[in-house]
């Protein structure tokens, strides 16, 4: 078994290492000259930053369209589809993208992950095991939040069928695997591993930041559960903060890109498929906030009618849902905005890929103590750091385009003004949720408040955002014009993606099984496990 995954790891890195010659000077083995059975302490560093770049797409734009741009982006509501030819914008659930999507993970990323984990368990490296089970359970989190039960706990026992884990299970199993990585580091405190200080392209083998990644993807899983089981949300997001979260920017989690790792953006905007949502332009322009020059570029051709008086506002937004014939007859590439500058440069490096940032651990915390949870803190101040700690991550200031101090303003979205697929028809805002805390609103309320800024910050993280959206149905965002699937109305939203074509003809006992644990028909409609509001 041991060899046949190293096979497996040396295939999915000869491609991975082909073009990439700067740096070879800094591992002891040139990878392009690595064999099977040269996958050892020399060559683990390399396979350590591949099993991390490479479930982050850097370097493969194609695999990031097939199931977060094409997915998550527009289903957070971050993005809409501008192309006429590409319909998961109105609900079609593409099978053939999904299937290439799915396939791939288990293929190239999850057999590298597995590696590492499994090479620094059998030769001692028990600081380098913990940082790669938080790795693991941070990229996995992604894919049972998509799919629901996926193969986890056997994935890698080089059997024909691999079993699915049912979501309930791997969530369980999660926070015990962050329960004995976290304690790992905790008892390195201060140090550094030199077997990956070259190599992370995180933290450079940082324990301590490691350490406090860990805890904070606890803190985020604890509130994805807090519906389902809201004993053990409690318990693990005050274990969580009790062990120390990402409380300051300069521990924020991103992967580091290169001109050899670049950000998958940088290619995929070249493509023109995709712009800016009107949900965007409606809460970016009500709230007045500066991070919107940071996300997008102005529109080439933008609508000043639609702006506050005295306050020019160029970025334009489209509605999700567009026809085939409006994509096709109207210029939304021109219309509407792209994403900001430093994403659309094709070959460059790009901005780094974002982990998990300061913001959102606020925001987390904000939330458990809207439930009474020890989070250090009250909800409207944790709900105040948390906007603060976005706009400076963003390198924004703390007021808003119009000079008043943003965390305190009562501004509201607005609307984008109309949408071209109807130019006789004025958008009312998207929502009426104000920045200012509603100190005296309901819960409710309040969470609006929490996951709409939540929501902001996390851009272009849409896979959690998407997530959010599911758990706790906010923000309020625009229905779709239209849906083309019988299954989801245009007011609704998928709850999850479906399995795929190739584990029904390779796993098919398997897949069939993984459905019976779902709970219910394998379509755009059945709830995750953890999806009970």
């Given at each position: 078994m041991k060899n046949i995954l190293k096979l497996y790891i040396f295939l999915s890195i000869a491609v991975f290492t082909s073009s990439c010659t700067k740096n070879f000077d800094e591992i002891n083995t040139n990878p392009k000259e690595l064999t099977v059975d040269k996958l050892n302490s020399a060559s683990y560093?390399?396979?350590?930053?591949?099993?991390?770049?490479?479930?982050?797409?850097?370097?493969?734009?194609?695999?990031?369209?097939?199931?977060?741009?094409?997915?998550?982006?527009?289903?957070a509501n971050y993005f809409?589809?501008?192309?006429?030819?590409?319909?998961?914008?109105?609900?079609?659930?593409?099978?053939?993208?999904?299937?290439?999507?799915?396939?791939?993970?288990?293929?190239?990323?999850?057999?590298?992950?597995?590696?590492?984990?499994?090479?620094a368990r059998q030769n001692g490296l028990v600081r380098e095991q913990a940082m790669m089970k938080i790795w693991k359970v941070y990229i996995y989190q992604k894919y049972t939040d998509l799919f629901g039960p996926i193969p986890y706990s056997e994935f890698g026992n080089m059997e024909k069928e691999i079993p699915y884990d049912s979501q309930s299970d791997i969530y369980h199993s999660f926070f015990l695997e962050l329960d004995s990585a976290i304690t790992v580091l905790k008892a390195n405190a201060g140090t550094t591993s030199a077997a990956l200080s070259s190599y992370d392209p995180i933290y450079k083998g940082n324990i301590d930041k490691w350490a406090?990644?860990?805890s904070s993807i606890r803190l985020r899983l604890a509130l994805?559960?807090?519906?389902?089981?809201?004993?053990?949300?409690?318990?693990?997001?005050?274990?969580?903060?009790?062990?120390?979260?990402?409380?300051?920017?300069?521990?924020?989690?991103?992967?580091?890109?290169?001109?050899?790792?670049?950000?998958?953006?940088?290619?995929?905007?070249?493509?023109?498929?995709?712009r800016m949502s009107s949900d965007m332009e409606s809460i970016l322009k009500g709230y007045l906030d500066p991070r919107v020059e940071k996300y997008f570029q102005v529109a080439?051709?933008?609508?000043?009618?639609?702006?506050?008086?005295?306050?020019?506002?160029?970025?334009?937004?489209?509605?999700?849902?567009?026809?085939?014939?409006?994509?096709?007859?109207?210029?939304?590439?021109?219309?509407?905005?792209?994403?900001?500058?430093?994403?659309?440069?094709?070959?460059?490096?790009?901005?780094?890929?974002?982990?998990?940032?300061?913001?959102?651990?606020?925001?987390?915390?904000?939330?458990?103590?809207?439930?009474?949870?020890?989070?250090?803190?009250?909800?409207?101040?944790?709900?105040?750091?948390?906007?603060?700690?976005?706009?400076?991550?963003?390198?924004?200031?703390?007021?808003?385009?119009?000079?008043?101090?943003?965390?305190?303003?009562?501004?509201?979205?607005?609307?984008?003004?109309?949408?071209?697929?109807?130019?006789?028809?004025?958008?009312?805002?998207?929502?009426?949720?104000?920045?200012?805390?509603l100190t005296n609103g309901t819960k409710e309320q309040q969470l609006e408040q929490i996951i709409t800024q939540k929501w902001?910050?996390?851009?272009?993280?849409s896979p959690e955002a998407y997530t959010e959206r599911r758990r706790t149905k906010y923000p309020t965002l625009y229905p779709r014009l239209e849906s083309e699937n019988i299954d989801i109305p245009a007011t609704s939203l998928p709850t999850r993606l479906p399995y795929v074509t190739s584990e029904y003809t390779n796993n098919a006992n398997q897949v069939k099984a993984a459905v019976e644990l779902l709970g219910g028909p394998d379509n755009g409609v059945t709830k995750l496990w953890w999806d009970k509001k």
């Amino acid at each position: 078994m041991k060899n046949i995954l190293k096979l497996y790891i040396f295939l999915s890195i000869a491609v991975f290492t082909s073009s990439c010659t700067k740096n070879f000077d800094e591992i002891n083995t040139n990878p392009k000259e690595l064999t099977v059975d040269k996958l050892n302490s020399a060559s683990y560093g390399y396979v350590v930053r591949s099993a991390i770049y490479s479930p982050c797409y850097l370097r493969n734009g194609s695999l990031m369209q097939l199931g977060q741009s094409l997915f998550t982006d527009i289903y957070a509501n971050y993005f809409a589809t501008s192309t006429p030819n590409f319909l998961s914008d109105r609900y079609v659930l593409v099978g053939s993208w999904l299937n290439t999507y799915f396939s791939s993970f288990y293929s190239g990323s999850a057999p590298q992950i597995k590696y590492a984990e499994d090479f620094a368990r059998q030769n001692g490296l028990v600081r380098e095991q913990a940082m790669m089970k938080i790795w693991k359970v941070y990229i996995y989190q992604k894919y049972t939040d998509l799919f629901g039960p996926i193969p986890y706990s056997e994935f890698g026992n080089m059997e024909k069928e691999i079993p699915y884990d049912s979501q309930s299970d791997i969530y369980h199993s999660f926070f015990l695997e962050l329960d004995s990585a976290i304690t790992v580091l905790k008892a390195n405190a201060g140090t550094t591993s030199a077997a990956l200080s070259s190599y992370d392209p995180i933290y450079k083998g940082n324990i301590d930041k490691w350490a406090k990644l860990g805890s904070s993807i606890r803190l985020r899983l604890a509130l994805h559960v807090k519906y389902v089981d809201p004993v053990l949300a409690k318990t693990q997001a005050e274990k969580a903060v009790k062990d120390g979260v990402i409380t300051a920017n300069a521990d924020n989690a991103f992967v580091t890109t290169t001109t050899d790792w670049t950000n998958p953006y940088d290619l995929i905007t070249s493509w023109g498929e995709f712009r800016m949502s009107s949900d965007m332009e409606s809460i970016l322009k009500g709230y007045l906030d500066p991070r919107v020059e940071k996300y997008f570029q102005v529109a080439v051709t933008p609508d000043p009618t639609d702006d506050f008086t005295g306050i020019q506002f160029n970025f334009e937004g489209m509605r999700n849902g567009q026809t085939k014939s409006n994509r096709s007859a109207i210029d939304f590439k021109k219309k509407a905005s792209d994403m900001a500058k430093p994403y659309v440069i094709l070959n460059d490096k790009g901005p780094n890929w974002p982990i998990f940032r300061a913001f959102e651990a606020n925001f987390l915390k904000a939330e458990g103590a809207l439930e009474g949870w020890n989070m250090g803190g009250t909800a409207a101040d944790l709900y105040k750091a948390g906007i603060e700690l976005s706009l400076t991550e963003n390198s924004c200031p703390l007021t808003n385009l119009k000079g008043d101090i943003y965390a305190t303003s009562n501004l509201i979205p607005a609307s984008p003004g109309f949408d071209w697929s109807d130019p006789t028809k004025i958008q009312v805002p998207v929502s009426t949720v104000p920045v200012a805390f509603l100190t005296n609103g309901t819960k409710e309320q309040q969470l609006e408040q929490i996951i709409t800024q939540k929501w902001i910050g996390l851009y272009p993280d849409s896979p959690e955002a998407y997530t959010e959206r599911r758990r706790t149905k906010y923000p309020t965002l625009y229905p779709r014009l239209e849906s083309e699937n019988i299954d989801i109305p245009a007011t609704s939203l998928p709850t999850r993606l479906p399995y795929v074509t190739s584990e029904y003809t390779n796993n098919a006992n398997q897949v069939k099984a993984a459905v019976e644990l779902l709970g219910g028909p394998d379509n755009g409609v059945t709830k995750l496990w953890w999806d009970k509001k």
